[in-house]
């Protein structure tokens, strides 16, 4: 069964200490890798998409690197503003449902 | 803004009710997807339409349907509602079948069911 985790669950950064969330996968191939950030009561938005281990993306403070089995989404000098939930998704190489992780909650403090 | 319109933005109804709720995608995209989120729970995939026709099915309850229309925008009819079907139901569109692309979410309806 594909399945994808996230860790930790939650993360309290003091404003500018940088920090890795964790995404870890377990998919029969992977067709893509995607990271989005959500804000409470609102729409995921779309952040990075990783096709094959070793990619790398980078935008603004957040860089989102792949492995075979995990990705991580480095986030660095964080602010308040990048509090958010952010999540995971796999897409399995056997078809095209996208399966999500539970998130990471980060809250900046400043 | 994702360019995918999501309506109504909020609903409230009674148990035993049906509603529906209403998706146009980007402009461009043929795939539309239906995804519900729980309080406390993760993005849970529903169902997935690509140009009209129904693509890939996830946990949709029997209760649920939805379609695809000419025009390429979609609608998620809920039916005998449950105090447990208040979620918040997002819809999302890609380019293609999906395979690969990117898949871009609206802004979510809030339907609570009391």
């Known amino acids: 069964e594909d399945q994808v985790t996230q860790s930790p669950e939650a993360l309290r950064l003091q404003e500018g200490e940088s920090s890795s969330l964790n995404c870890s996968y377990t998919?029969?191939?992977?067709?893509?890798l995607f990271w989005y950030r959500q804000d409470p009561g609102k729409g995921p938005e779309f952040l990075f998409t990783l096709y094959s281990a070793g990619e790398e993306k980078e935008k603004e403070r957040l860089k989102a690197t792949l492995t075979k089995k995990e990705s991580f989404l480095h986030i660095t000098a964080p602010k308040p503003e990048d509090s958010a939930t952010y999540l995971c998704a796999v897409q399995p190489g056997s078809g095209q449902n996208f399966v999500f992780g539970p998130g990471t909650r980060l809250s900046v403090l400043p | 803004d994702s360019g995918v319109t999501q309506t109504p933005k909020h609903l409230i109804t009674a148990t035993g009710q049906r509603v529906t709720l209403r998706c146009s995608p980007r402009?461009?995209?043929?795939?539309v997807y239906w995804y519900q989120q729980s309080l406390d729970q993760g993005l849970q995939f529903l169902i997935q339409y690509y140009n009209g026709e129904e693509r890939a099915k996830g946990n949709i309850l029997e209760r649920f349907s939805a379609q695809q229309f000419p025009d390429l925008h979609s609608e998620l009819n809920l039916s005998s509602l449950e105090l447990g079907d208040s979620a918040l139901y997002f819809c999302?569109?890609?380019?293609?079948?999906?395979?690969?692309?990117?898949?871009?979410f609206g802004e979510g309806s809030w339907l609570t069911v009391v």
């Open positions: 999302a569109s890609s380019r293609g079948d999906g395979s690969g692309n990117t898949i871009y």
């Open positions: 998919v029969s191939g992977l067709r893509g």
């Open positions: 402009s461009g995209d043929l795939s």
